[in-house]
Nanobody, 114 residues
Framework: QVQPVESGGGSVKPGGALRLSCAVSDIIFSSYEVRWYRQAPGKQRELVARVDIDDRVEYEESVKGRFRIWKDGAKNTVYLQMSSLIPEDSAVYYC????????WGQGTQVTVSS
């Protein structure tokens, strides 16, 4: 399996926004749920949002109303729009398919700080 490629992270101030991108293979895009995770220093990786093959979405409680996940079939890319960012959102963000995850990518760093 080809690992996903995350991009779009950066440093923003509280209240700012970022859009993350997750490029996956066409077979992953069409056949699997895709999830966004994040891992802050000293903490376990946690699930942030997921979108299934029927475009049904779910969010972790703390990001509901602030984050949005969606898929672009023309680009085999899954996006995570993050708004109203808070310092607690700072982490390395990863994406992967579910089940039978692919090798993990490098992730993309998000830093929220004043």
């Amino acid at each position: 399996q080809v690992q996903p490629v995350e991009s779009g992270g950066g440093s923003v101030k509280p209240g700012g926004a970022l859009r993350l991108s997750c490029a996956v293979s066409d077979i992953i895009f069409s056949s699997y749920e895709v999830r966004w995770y994040r891992q802050a220093p000293g903490k376990q990786r946690e699930l942030v949002a997921r979108v299934d093959i029927d475009d049904r979405v779910e969010y972790e409680e703390s990001v509901k109303g602030r984050f949005r996940i969606w898929k672009d079939g023309a680009k085999n890319t899954v996006y995570l729009q993050m708004s109203s960012l808070i310092p607690e959102d700072s982490a390395v963000y990863y994406c992967n398919n579910h089940p039978w995850p692919s090798p993990w990518g490098q992730g993309t760093q998000v830093t929220v700080s004043s």
